[in-house]
């Protein structure tokens, strides 16, 4: 009997997003399938389908000819599938038998455990695959590697005869990579269908049979791995272009005196990064997510501790300890993940807009309400968000109008932002307000303000920034201006390995 | 007009929460009446509406402080025992021979010391604020009892005691009204000042108010130290009132404060409440426990009957709350 695994017509929407569409597949047993993406092209909604974290809208999954549909995790488990995730789902308190037996202890029938067949069974699956970990060992003291080596035993003491990995390399080192592909590739030997997630195109190269290449919710392509190579499987994955939407943007076309200098900066998760801003220049900063440009610029903006290297503003070096401090140099950062670290979601739309500037709209002792309210008004209207009123919670507005409120808020007649950041201001918000919100961009710019862009979207950064920076594994990669970059040319560094 | 589905929503939300208040209004005027009937007109007497009122008057400092706290999304379980150990302190001092307006003070020097104390170890040492507010509460009893030996430690400052025990034209305790101001105040600084607006902003998300520029850090500090001073100053009028002060401390204990905060819509989670409902939590919890004891129910069902109140309010709050989500 040989497994396999389909997908037919899978779809799945989210409020303005469709992150999936059509997607049809098979993943045999013995072979390892590559699912291949850029962010957001709709791998991680698929894996959740495949674990029976989310349920498809459309099309249903097929396990040797069995129709299966899942409303919970455990009904996955159940027929035999482990989604092995980049968080783990281990419990650090816990040794290695217990995480290897979570979900489903074997207890006798008093209710006591069965210690000795769950460590002599155990034992032999490290033996099986080689391993030197001791099974008593507390999983919370292990590398990360061998956490993920307990995630794989657990999902083979299960017997899942379906497998996927997602990103599961990111945050190893070679030697530890090379153990993992041996078991992978042990895995397959015995017959299980693996599934395997990544956009590092080396390993895809390496261990994979078959590629499956998706792009913005749809499959692009499927193809063999031995008959593709690392040209066109990035032209597959970067695609159609968006078009138009560029071509009709209004820019900006002079670009100032250097603004903002940032001279070899190292954090925790940035190594040695520099460069330049001017006046009215777009930066776009491309890279895979956990680049580390977000933490490039939090370190600008002080939310992050900076351990060497220099921030210089119009030619004075400056130590900023807390955003505050940046803040008050006209540095302003619309955060990555607006509902967990742009705004208070359940405060009113105009708390949300004056939060920064609430010493200057004051009536004596008290804040101006009228004050306060005008200045969000002012906002509502520049960015035409969408709300019948200025006291309704923030958390009843659609993404692009909490983007906005964000925009507003650093651009209020009472803030002098000089350079402002936005990190991913796209994400999760539909076509036409991006538009909308590249044409806030390019009149920022056209004002004279330093802007820094980071999108994990390559058609985005290339299209919109006049200067394009990629980075990968926290270092800077390489440096572009909008005619030279192609998304070829970026992705390739942004994927360097 | 209400054109578009969002706002109808906005509309029932904002009718949703007004009509929170409204109601423990109206459970407060159903409870006037029925004790009323029930009592034969000696609930609404003057001797017993004074006895409602008196009786708020130290649980009204734990709850401003403890509203402010719950706002920003912390609680301080210790406040009660800084009241006690404020209200022994005090007599001591005065005992001692200490002018009495150096005695309060130095007695709420010391409650904001305790209040420090706490900030340190949460701020600091990110211990969670239940656990650090717990444990320097058992130390703080200790010390207290440590320094009485478990007996009262009588006040005869005749000005303490004008505070604690003065009428005006007989009637109205100078205390209540002292406290009503100092609530009033607290009330006024929440909603209208920018420190107001900071709490909720902080309480309602710490790390995008962070990176908005505000300090929460500095919130927290000035909160806890705050609190623990306005538990010195329950402490020290309960002394004033009982012209002693006692070992035994306050009602409820640990929870004092939070009680009418929590009755009166001040959610646990942080950014949402506010002064006015929490004073209406606290009217309803002491007028009805007055109705109790007026109508002459067994105190022990007196307990049960608040626990339920309780309970009243916070399934109304998770209904609320379960509306409320549905709108993300």
Known sequence: ?497 | MESTTGLNKAGGVRKFLNSKAFMLVVMIVAEVIFFTIVSKGMYISMFNVRNILSSMVITAYLTAGAVFLMISGNIDLSTAQVSTIAGVVMAKLLLAGMPWPLAVILTIAGSAFIGLINSVLINEFHFMPFVATMSVSYVAQGIMLLITHGAAVDVENPAIVWIGTYRIFKQIPVNVIFTFIIFAIYGIILARSKFGKHLYLIGGNPVAARLAGLDPKKMWYVLFINNAALGGVAGMLQAARLRAGTTNGIANGMFAGTTGAILGGVSFGGGSGGMGGAFIGLVMINAFNSGLTVVGVNPYWQTVASGMLLLIALTFDYFNMRRLEGLK
Not at chain 1, 186 to 212: A, N, P
Not at chain 1, 312 to 341: M, V, W, Y
Not at chain 1, 471 to 482: A, L, P
């Open chain 1, 1 to 497: 009997m040989s497994n396999y695994l389909e997908f037919n017509g899978i779809g799945k929407a989210y409020p303005g997003v469709q992150a999936l569409k059509d997607i049809s597949f098979r993943a045999e047993e013995g072979k390892v399938l590559a699912l291949l993406g850029e962010n957001g092209a709709g791998k991680s909604t698929l894996l959740k389908i495949l674990s029976g974290d989310t349920k498809p809208d459309e099309g249903s999954i097929t396990i040797n000819g069995e129709q299966v549909s899942f409303t919970a995790p455990f009904q996955a488990i159940t027929k035999g599938i482990s989604v092995i995730y980049q968080e783990r789902q281990l419990v650090p308190s816990m040794n290695v038998i217990e995480n290897v037996y979570s979900g489903d202890l074997p207890a006798n029938r008093f209710g006591f455990l069965k210690r000795g067949e769950m460590r002599k069974k155990t034992q032999e699956i490290i033996d099986k695959f080689g391993l030197p970990i001791d099974p008593y060992e507390l999983v919370g003291r292990l590398s990360v590697a061998y956490q993920q080596m307990v995630e794989i035993m657990k999902a083979y003491r299960r017997d899942s005869q379906i497998i996927a990995f997602d990103e599961p390399t990111a945050p190893l080192t070679d030697a530890e990579i090379s153990v993992l592909f041996r078991l992978i590739q042990q895995l397959k030997e015995e017959g299980k269908v693996v599934i395997y997630v990544s956009h590092r195109l080396g390993e895809i190269f390496q261990i994979t049979d078959e590629i499956v290449v998706l792009k913005d919710g749809r499959m692009v392509t499927t193809m063999k791995t031995a008959e593709t190579n690392e040209h066109s499987l990035i032209k597959a994955m970067v695609g159609r272009d968006i078009g138009d939407t560029y071509s009709h943007l209004s820019r900006n076309e002079e670009i100032g005196d250097v603004l903002l200098e940032v001279n070899n900066i190292v954090t925790e998760a940035v190594h040695d990064v520099s460069f330049k801003l001017h006046k009215g220049e777009i930066i776009g900063f491309a890279g895979l997510v956990g680049a580390g440009r977000t933490e490039v610029v939090r370190a600008i903006f002080g939310a992050d501790p900076v351990l060497s290297g220099e921030i210089k503003l119009n030619g004075t070096p400056l130590h900023f300890s807390s955003p505050r401090d940046a803040i008050a140099q006209g540095i302003a950062l619309c955060p990555e993940d607006r509902k967990e670290q742009g705004l208070v979601l359940w405060r009113d739309i105009t708390d949300n807009i004056c939060m920064p500037v609430f010493d200057k709209l004051l009536k004596g002792l008290f804040v101006d309400t009228e004050k306060s309210e005008d200045l969000a008004e002012a906002a509502v209207n520049r960015y035409s968000i969408k709300t019948p009123t200025l006291d309704k919670t923030v958390i009843e507005l659609s993404g692009g109008n909490q983007q906005k409120i964000i925009l507003g808020r650093w651009t209020s007649a009472l803030i002098d932002t000089k350079i402002l950041i936005l990190d991913e201001p796209t994400k999760g918000i539909d076509v036409g307000t991006k538009a909308e919100v590249y044409q806030m961009m390019c009149d920022f710019a056209k004002q004279g303000i330093g802007v820094i862009f980071i999108s994990s979207e390559l058609t985005e950064v290339i299209n919109i920034a006049d200067t394009v920076i990629a980075m990968h594994n926290g270092h800077i990669t390489g440096t572009m201006t909008r005619d030279e970059a192609t998304e070829e040319a970026v992705l390739a560094l942004a994927m360097l390995d």
